[in-house]
């Protein structure tokens, strides 16, 4: 006899309909007899091509008008009657090897109240861009937590809990404008109740590089503040306190060569307003080392050599008739 497992699936969206779509129907590609969905999402734009689209996926349409992913996700949690809850934001996909390995741990093992898996960076057109990740297992523990704390941004698409998890930890921050479920994740990781699984669950758009500058500043001071949070609630995971600020570091690392990368591409381009001000941001992340890398042979450096030596083509000549 199949035992069919009911897993509440959220979907926190926001004006993607066409992301939503893919999200969705790679859900409805896992459906099996052994696993039923409820899939509830959360649409935080209240438009109403979106509550269209959910009618023909046999999902629910849950209006929410407080903004964020946080708002979002939390009204799904609250109306979510699965035995299990998963997540899934509306511009990435589930992968078909996703969910049964998270389910088989849990089963197992009744002392544990989630499960994460692995996630693949992709483009805008869901084509890979480097191999799954994390690489290497983390642990679980207090390895695990120290991972998630020195620059292992597990993402929430791949992570299968158990209904009653809100009941332990609460709901998302929802002052967090971002790094909300990274804060979630720790919170789980802090009390050994969240294991790693590897295998591939879920493909991750990844923005291209230079063009969401507002996000990754807003970024920056949230991964600080969530940081801080953690770190200081469990400090006898690192040996020293250079160790515990050199995890700070990994935590804002992705954020700082963001900019680099930004100033590198756009005085190519021969914008140097924009290459500066990419510049000016690396400074702020992280000052002493963004000063050794402007004065050392590096990308930091190249940029700003770049903006200071190109020559402005000025305005073009009219030919005179």
């Given at each position: 006899?199949?035992?069919?497992?009911r897993i509440?699936?959220?979907?926190?969206?926001?004006?993607?309909?066409?992301?939503l779509?893919?999200?969705l129907?790679?859900?409805?590609?896992l459906k099996?007899?052994d696993?039923e969905f409820?899939v509830i999402?959360?649409?935080n734009?209240c438009d109403?091509?979106?509550r269209v689209i959910?009618?023909?996926h046999e999902?629910k349409?849950?209006?929410v008008?407080?903004?964020?992913a946080?708002?979002a996700r939390?009204?799904?949690?609250?109306v979510?009657?699965?035995?299990f809850?998963?997540?899934?934001?509306?511009d990435?996909?589930?992968?078909?090897g996703?969910?049964r390995?998270?389910?088989?741990m849990?089963?197992?093992?009744?002392?544990l109240?989630?499960v994460?898996g692995?996630f693949?960076?992709?483009?805008?057109e869901l084509?890979p861009q480097?191999?799954?990740?994390?690489a290497?297992?983390?642990g679980h523990?207090?390895?695990l937590l120290?991972?998630?704390?020195?620059g292992?941004?597990?993402?929430?698409?791949?992570?299968v809990?158990r209904?009653?998890?809100?009941?332990?930890i609460?709901?998302q921050?929802?002052t967090?404008?971002?790094?909300e479920?990274w804060d979630?994740?720790l919170?789980l990781?802090r009390?050994h109740?969240?294991?790693?699984?590897e295998?591939?669950?879920?493909l991750?758009?990844?923005r291209a590089?230079?063009?969401?500058?507002?996000?990754?500043?807003?970024?920056v001071?949230?991964a600080?503040?969530?940081?801080?949070?953690h770190?200081l609630?469990?400090?006898?995971l690192?040996?020293?306190?250079?160790?515990m600020?050199?995890s700070r570091?990994?935590c804002?690392?992705h954020?700082?060569?963001?900019?680099v990368?930004?100033?590198?591409s756009?005085a190519?381009?021969?914008?140097?307003?924009?290459a500066?001000?990419?510049?000016?941001e690396?400074?702020?992340?992280?000052p002493m080392?963004a000063?050794?890398h402007?004065v050392?042979?590096r990308?930091?450096?190249?940029?700003?050599?770049?903006?200071?030596?190109?020559?402005?083509p000025?305005p073009k000549k009219?030919n005179?008739?």
């Open positions: 006899m199949t035992v069919q497992r509440s699936v959220i979907v926190p969206t926001f004006r993607r309909p066409t992301m779509i893919q999200a129907t790679s859900i409805c590609a099996a007899p696993l409820e999402v959360c649409d734009g109403g091509e979106i959910c009618d023909a999902a349409y849950l209006p008008v407080k903004r964020g946080a708002a939390n009204a799904g949690l609250r979510a009657t699965g035995e809850v998963a997540f899934l934001d509306d990435d996909v589930w992968l078909p996703h969910l390995p998270h389910l088989a849990l089963e197992e093992r009744p002392d109240e989630a994460v692995q693949v960076i992709c483009d805008a084509a480097d191999p799954p990740s994390p290497i297992n983390p523990g207090d390895d120290r991972a998630l704390l020195s292992y941004f597990s993402q929430l698409g791949t992570l809990a209904s009653s998890i809100t009941s332990k609460g709901f921050d929802e967090l404008e971002a790094g479920d979630w994740t919170r990781a009390r109740q969240l294991c790693f699984v295998v591939p669950s879920i991750f758009r990844a590089p230079g063009t969401w500058d507002p996000i990754q500043r807003a970024r001071r949230y600080r503040r969530v940081f801080r949070r770190a609630r469990a400090p006898w690192w040996s020293s306190p250079q160790a600020l050199r570091w990994q804002c690392e954020y700082y060569y963001y900019f990368e930004a100033a590198g756009r190519r381009a021969g914008d140097r307003g924009g500066l001000r990419a510049i000016l690396a400074l702020h992340i992280s080392r000063a050794y402007l050392a042979p990308a930091l450096r190249s940029a700003l050599v770049a903006c200071l030596t190109t020559k402005d000025g009219q005179c008739a």
